[in-house]
């Protein structure tokens, strides 16, 4: 039952995730885009939001729960 749990668990995550890579942020089950352009990126998730300032900041990535910011990355919040 544990393997069928896993599985299930893993199918169905919901959890936003955020993987940080050299000049790139990949975010998983975000909720809405509260503001986007070039310089601040806000990434509004279920509990928290995400707040993403830098230069040259691009969308690479936009599907209907992920998405793909490259650029250069001065800060990166929580709120």
């Not at 939001?49 to 969308?59: A, E, P, Q, S, T």
Request: aromatic fraction near 6%; hydrophobic fraction near 40%; proline fraction near 0%.
């Amino acid at each position: 039952m544990n393997i069928i749990n896993g599985i299930r668990s893993y199918i169905n995550d919901s959890e936003l995730k955020i993987t940080i890579l050299n000049n790139k942020i990949n975010i998983v089950n975000y909720k809405d885009i509260g503001h986007f352009d070039s310089n601040k990126i806000v990434i509004k998730g279920v509990e928290k939001d995400i707040i993403i300032k830098g230069n040259d900041l691009v969308v690479s990535k936009l599907l209907s729960d992920e998405i793909l910011i490259t650029g250069n990355f001065n800060n990166i919040e929580f709120r």
